[in-house]
């Protein structure tokens, strides 16, 4: 149940300490796979010159101890090339043993968090005034999958939704909600014409004074708190919550009402935030406002930049918001790891925050707050996603079209409606997600149906498609692959090559985790499903001609890849359809 390049580094380190002594065990074995053996070990090529020996002496010396520690368990041929590469070439029988032991693992090689941490994850964050569009489709899946993630590693995950929930523009809003009447307000948010419902209170704003100045007077009583205003700011709440969840439940993330920590819940905390920083010395008054100088900002002047905390007229900002959040994360919440996943435009405005909560002593060197930046959704002629008419588009609609398209896709295949339906539902939701998470989330990319639905390549229907096919074999054999126990054999290269590839999806979570990068997931997967593809075409699971220890090592195999796949698509989020 170990990762081949983890035991690697392991015994080579050893090696290391017997070779050239102990303080040498620590030195990286720079581990690769090789295009000549399983792995390659280029570790004496760095210590040649520390050593004052030559890179192939230095390789010899490690093949020596690694045969004098009786590595030969694990180890079939070890060869020295090059100008000082150790190639290692692992066992057969040892990749069988181990993935044997992962198929007995209900956890296929994935370890947990010790010891484990908080992890406070704020992503989707949509505004409650504005339709939720595109650009919320990455912020929100990935860090579900990074929930998702983290949850599965025994770590306490704490999903924050930072709904953009309060501010000025609520005055007009509740206004607007007054003249056309509750119910018909209500009806329009929840059917998701926030958009038009927004503009139309705006074009009133901006040309009936009347109406400006009662939009203006509901935001003081908002502000105040005045019971009626805060019952009419519910209803409208309520009613465009429910239409994110429509959203949420489509796109099958794990975010609840329960999750929601709009900017409207840190409204008691921002004069107590401001207080603290002030009485630290951290904030100070600065032409009328208070002020964090976090070192080492400067703007175009060359000037200090300074994080506005409270504004002149004693209004507050995002910059307030955001540092009583990230107090509360700190203090309530008692975070060991802050995740904020927001787009990547935001990059400056966190590097301050976290600064100044740094100086603030809220930051510490036990608690960490990283910005994981999100690229941008781009359309095939390379600029913002968006309609023709130049608008954002609706991802709701977006949502749509990806699963009419996908029931296109698959409607010479003979599925009756209901079942169509569903499948070209899972189809084109995962093909959407999937796309996404396979790019880092800090890059651009290409918002391409085409592409994202095909069948082919490093796509969700891909994936889809690959756990069904094992599936089918399990069906047609009439075995359960829950029961399946092995023992596993090697005979053919597929068989190794996809053993072998097994055994390294622990490390794959683990790390992916770590670095909060999903899109490692999504190209381990792919390698999976392809290593699959291969043992497929070459490897005959069930015909007459196939012994009974080989089809029993066979089914294996696929018992287990066809978990890893599962598993790895489940924390991706990504649904997995019976068939296909």
Not at 142 to 163: E, F, P, T
């Amino acid at each position: 149940m170990t990762d081949p390049q983890l035991v690697l580094t392991e015994r080579v380190q050893q090696a290391l300490g017997t070779a050239f002594g102990p303080e040498y065990m620590g030195a990286d074995p720079l581990i690769r796979p090789s295009q000549f053996a399983d792995f390659q070990a280029n570790v004496a090529l760095s210590l040649a010159k520390r050593l004052r020996r030559t890179p192939r002496e230095v390789a010899q010396a490690i093949a020596d101890a690694l045969g004098a520690a009786g590595a030969g368990d694990a180890f079939s041929k070890i060869e020295i090339s090059g100008p000082g590469f150790l190639n290692i070439t692992l066992s057969d029988e040892w990749i069988a043993e181990q993935a044997s032991l992962t198929l007995q693992d209900p956890r296929s090689g994935v370890g947990r968090a010790t010891p484990p941490q908080t992890v406070v994850i704020d992503y989707s964050a949509p505004n409650a005034a504005k339709e939720m569009h595109v650009g919320h489709l990455r912020t929100t899946i990935v860090g579900d999958s990074l929930a998702r993630l983290q949850h599965y590693l025994g770590n306490r995950v704490i999903r924050q939704n930072h709904l953009g929930d309060w501010g000025t523009q609520f005055g007009m809003l509740i206004e607007h909600l007054l003249d056309i009447g509750e119910a018909n307000a209500l009806a329009r948010l929840e059917s998701g014409e926030t958009n038009e419902y927004y503009q139309e209170a705006r074009a009133k704003f901006d040309s009936d004074p009347d109406f400006k100045d009662r939009s203006r007077r509901r935001v003081s009583t908002l502000q105040s708190e005045d019971p009626e205003t805060i019952r009419l700011w519910h209803l409208f709440m309520d009613a465009t919550i429910r239409y994110f969840n429509r959203i949420y439940s489509l796109l099958g993330v794990t975010l609840t009402d329960a999750d929601i920590a709009g900017e409207s819940m840190y409204n008691p905390m921002l004069a107590e935030t401001c207080d603290d920083l002030e009485a630290a010395g951290v904030a100070v008054i600065s032409e009328g406002a208070l002020c964090v100088f976090p070192p080492g900002f400067k703007g175009s002047d060359d000037k200090p930049l300074p994080l506005i905390i409270r504004k002149s007229d004693g209004g507050y900002g995002y910059a307030t918001t955001d540092m009583s959040a990230i107090r509360y994360r700190v203090r309530d919440l008692k975070a060991d790891r802050i995740l904020y996943v927001v787009g990547a435009d935001q990059a400056l405005h966190f590097q301050m925050v976290f600064a100044a909560a740094r100086q603030a002593g809220w930051l510490t060197d036990e608690v960490s707050a990283e910005h994981l930046q999100i690229g941008m959704m781009l359309g095939a002629d390379g600029r913002r996603f968006r309609t023709r008419s130049g608008e954002s588009v609706k991802l709701l609609d977006l949502l749509d079209e990806a699963v009419e398209r996908a029931s296109t896709a698959i409607a010479e295949r003979g599925y009756d409606e209901a079942t169509r339906a569903e499948i070209a539902r899972t189809v084109g939701i995962g093909a959407v997600k999937y796309a996404d998470l396979s790019v880092s989330h800090d890059s651009e990319y290409i918002f391409d149906f085409d592409r994202m639905l095909a069948f082919t390549g490093n796509t969700g229907p891909y994936m889809q498609y690959a756990t069904a096919r094992i599936r089918s074999i399990f069906r047609k054999g009439d075995v359960d692959p829950s029961e399946v126990t092995g023992p596993i054999i090697l005979g053919e290269q597929a068989e190794r090559d996809l053993a072998l590839q097994l055994l390294g999806f622990g490390t794959v979570i683990e790390n992916a985790t770590a670095t909060a990068e999903p899109h490692r997931v999504c190209a381990y997967l792919y390698e999976t499903a392809s290593a699959f593809t291969t043992f497929y075409e070459k490897c005959p699971v069930l015909k007459d001609d196939v012994t009974p220890e080989t089809r029993t090592s066979r089914l294996a195999l696929c018992a287990l890849t066809l978990r890893v796949l599962q598993t790895g698509l489940n924390l991706l989020g990504v649904p997995v359809p019976d068939r296909m």
